[in-house]
C-alpha cells in the first residue's frame, strides 16, 4: 500500500469528494493566514507560507481567497492561533494524533474529547499515543508533474530518505529539520505540490478487521471534520476477519 498508513491511503482515494466539504477552505486559509503572520508576506522568503499556497491551490482555491487569507494576517493583529495537539486511542485501541490550529483551545479540546468518547476512544494526554510514532516531513507532488525515474533521482540528489511512487502522485519522505532544504531544491523542476507538511508515521500498526473498518472511518471524519482539526494520524491498518 502507498503512503505509511492506512489511514493515508483512504484520505487520498477520497480527496476529490473532501475536497467538496464546506471547511477544507476554511483550513487551507486559517493556515496561510497563520504562516504570513508569523513569517514575511512574500512567499519566496517565507517556506510555511510557500507551502500552504501551493496546497492551496491543489486544492483548486482561488486566487482571491489566497489573498484574502494573506491580507487577514495583517488586518487582524491581534487573533492568535495556536498549533496544539491531542492524543488518544479510537476504536479497536487505534493510536490516534490529532493536529489543530485553534483560536480557542479549550473549545477545541472539548470538542475533541466529546468525539472520541462518542466512538467509544480514550481522550489521552500528550505522549500517551505519539510514542507508537515518529515525525517525519512529507513532500507529495502529483504523478503528473514528473515521471518516477526523474523524481526519485532528484529526490536522492536533494538528501531525501525515501521516495514512493505510486498510481497518483509521489511521497517523498525526509528528516523533518530538512523538509525545506529538500522542497526547495526539488522546486528547481518541479512547480506544483499537493502538499508538503511534517507528518507522524506509525512504527508499529494496529489491525483493525473488516466489520470494524466503517466505525474506525467514521471516527477519523469526524475528527478531521472539525473546524479546529487540521491533521489526523493514525496506526491502523486493515486486517483479516
Known amino acids: 500500500m502507498a503512503g505509511h498508513s492506512h489511514w493515508a491511503g483512504i484520505k487520498h482515494k477520497k480527496g476529490k469528494a473532501d475536497k467538496l466539504r464546506a471547511n477544507l477552505f476554511s483550513k487551507l486559509s486559517r493556515e496561510i493566514t497563520v504562516a504570513a503572520k508569523l513569517g514575511d508576506k ?9 507551502s500552504a499556497i501551493q496546497t492551496a491551490r491543489s486544492a483548486n482555491m482561488p486566487k482571491d481567497n489566497i489573498e484574502r487569507a494573506i491580507d487577514k494576517s495583517s488586518i487582524n493583529a491581534n487573533e492568535n492561533f495556536e498549533n496544539l495537539r491531542y492524543e488518544g486511542f479510537g476504536p479497536d485501541k487505534i493510536a490516534v494524533i490529532v493536529e489543530a490550529l485553534t483560536d480557542n483551545k479549550n473549545r477545541t479540546a ?13 481522550f489521552g494526554t500528550q505522549g500517551s499515543s505519539s510514542h507508537n510514532f515518529i515525525q517525519i516531513g512529507v513532500i507529495k507532488i502529483e504523478k503528473k508533474e514528473i515521471l518516477d525515474e526523474k523524481i526519485f533521482e532528484l ?47 506509525p512504527l508499529n500498526s494496529v489491525k483493525v478487521s473488516k466489520d470494524k473498518l466503517e466505525i474506525v472511518t467514521e471516527f477519523l471524519e469526524t475528527l478531521e471534520d472539525n473546524e479546529d482539526v487540521q491533521n489526523v494520524y493514525t496506526n491502523f491498518k486493515l486486517g483479516n476477519n
Open 110 to 122: 472539548s470538542s475533541i474529547r466529546t468525539i472520541f468518547q462518542k466512538y467509544g476512544g480514550r
Open 155 to 201: 529526490a536522492t540528489e536533494s538528501g531525501a530518505e525515501e521516495c514512493i511512487s505510486n498510481d497518483s502522485f509521489h511521497e517523498i519522505h525526509c528528516e523533518k529539520s530538512e523538509i525545506y532544504e529538500v522542497k526547495k531544491k526539488i522546486e528547481s523542476k518541479v512547480q506544483n505540490f499537493i502538499s508538503t507538511e511534517i507528518e507522524w508515521k
Open 42 to 50: 512574500d512567499p519566496d522568503m517565507n517556506a510555511r507560507l510557500r
